[in-house]
């Protein structure tokens, strides 16, 4: 299946809100409340930040929130910090025993 | 903590084969999935293989089903990758990562800091 889509690049000021989107189908994120948001510094592994769309693992904190709308999943950074600069992926469940992970969103803190 | 480490990755010509390891000491690995992610530059992220507790569920990308192979050790909390006829598609970092909920949630948890597989003449 193809991957989901999101946008290139993302940035916001120190203490500013960042959004980025997450554009599937009815077939992943359309079908499914399994939609998870990975964070990933440059040289290191992903880090889950969300799963099940708005849920947070132990030790994330709320600044990350996530939501999802029709066949488009969101996660929104508030309060944007230095260290928030990274990449992310979005990842939603696509039936048939597999997920599917979105392109990636360069967030950059000006 | 929750510490997973792979080894085995290195440069192979097309065609060879590699075997790659993942340990998780104190993960209680042997109930959870268990997946290999790689991340390459040119398609991004990409679940490869996972394995169930007990083997009965194996699954394959595609792109790779008939050349990798995943098992597990869970008595030794071990999980393997072996990579055959290797392409140069197959270059990437190769994580392995832990299910976050005991079963099989389709979450990826927990990861490993990557082994490099590279694909070259």
Known sequence: ?110 | QVQLVESGGGVVQPGGSLTLSCVGPGLAFSSYTMYWVRQSPGKGLECVAYMSVNGNKKYYADPVKGRFTISRDNSKGILFLQMMSLRAEDTAVYYCARDLKVGYSHIYGYWGQGTVVTASS
């Not at chain 1, 989901?4 to 189908?25: D, K, R």
């Not at chain 1, 998870?36 to 290191?44: E, I």
């Not at chain 1, 769309?53 to 508030?78: C, H, M, Q, Y």
């Open chain 1, 1 to 110: 299946q193809s991957a989901l889509t999101q946008p290139p690049s993302a940035s916001g000021s120190p203490g500013q809100s960042v959004t980025i989107s997450c554009t599937g189908t009815s077939a992943d994120i359309g079908g499914y409340t399994f939609v998870s948001w990975y964070q990933q510094h440059p040289g290191k592994a992903p880090k889950l930040i969300i799963y099940d769309v708005t849920e947070r693992p132990s030790g994330i904190p709320d600044r990350f929130s996530g939501s999802k709308s029709g066949n488009t999943a969101s996660l929104t950074v508030s309060g944007l910090q230095a260290e928030d600069e990274a990449d992310y992926y979005c990842n939603s469940y696509a039936g048939n025993n597999n997920t599917v992970f979105g392109t990636g969103t360069k967030v950059t803190v000006l």
